[in-house]
């Protein structure tokens, strides 16, 4: 028989007010008292009755959204352009922030807030392979968004980081650039986005006959703006020569064209920059930013009818992947008439 929220109750030795309580994240409990009913309910596999709920489809409408931070202008502009796809979908969108912690993503994927939505949308960012079992045990229907960092059953839509990062590369060189700086690797997202984008800046290069320079690679840990500075004025106190800047994302390319000016290069005329991301923001810096738009709109569409998709259908089918188009974006920051 099917668990109730009753048996969840007795199983947990609370009453049945407690159980609701911690299906709706009521903050005031003893995290001991929480604890025992998430244990009870993992152990019998309970799922809220929605129906119940006067739902006629046994459906909420509901598809959580797990991004790592909404202060990241991509993440934010991605959840602005799902929540409009949802909506056209009929479907609405409730949004969490796992600030890329492994604890907290899986909590989210776990928790009582799993149990209460129609599907999920994930953008995960610290769970590793070694956490791809885990991702079989999630019943609710579910889309992965970004790298593919978890291989398991599930839907994946995400962009060409490493083409996207070999146009912007070529890019550069086309305009006689050659010692360009790949501005954005991370030894902790060797199998990310840093990743990818290194092995298309790297794989432009050695289609260009360029020489690749490990002094032109520079690490930049959490892609925000203050980190993209940061990175850049270490960098240029090493007194490396360079001409060209291929930014693995918008913010840390934002970041770095301000030290670059502050400290009297001039932008394309001396460092020619470009960024990944297209967020809004690239339009208005001086100079504008030329970038890679990765193709958010579409991102979205394809996740949301995925998703939905998978909601409609009981039918156990094989997991799909699903790569958007991108588009080279040429603005002031790296077109001179030198």
Known sequence: ????????????????????????????MRPATRQRVLDAIDALDYTPNLTARGLRSGRTG???LIIPYLRNPYFAELADELMRAADRQGLSVIIAQSGGDRKTELELLRGPRARMVDGIMFSPLALGEQDTPLL?????????????????????????????????????LAQGRRRIVAFGTDPNMEHGSAGLRLDGYRQALEAA??????ALTVDVVGWFHATGATAMRSFLEKGVPFDGLVGFNDLIALGAMRVLQEAGLRVPHDVAVIGYDDIDE??????????????????????VRYLKQRIASDEDVPAREYLSDFRLVQRESSVSSR
């Open 209 to 214: 006959s360029v020489p690749f320079d490990p």
């Open 62 to 64: 509901l598809i959580n």
């Open 1 to 28: 028989m099917t668990p109730t929220l009753h048996d969840v109750a007795r199983m947990a030795e609370v009453s049945i007010k407690t159980v609701s309580n911690v299906l709706n994240d009521y903050p005031y």
């Open 282 to 303: 690239a339009r208005y810096s001086l100079p504008s930013l030329s970038t890679i738009d990765p193709g958010r709109p579409e991102i979205a569409e394809v996740s």
């Open 136 to 172: 079989a045990k999630v019943k609710t229907p579910m889309v992965l968004l970004g790298e593919r960092i978890l291989e398991g059953p599930k839907d994946h839509v995400t962009m060409r980081n490493t083409e996207g990062a070999r146009a912007a590369t070529e890019h550069l």
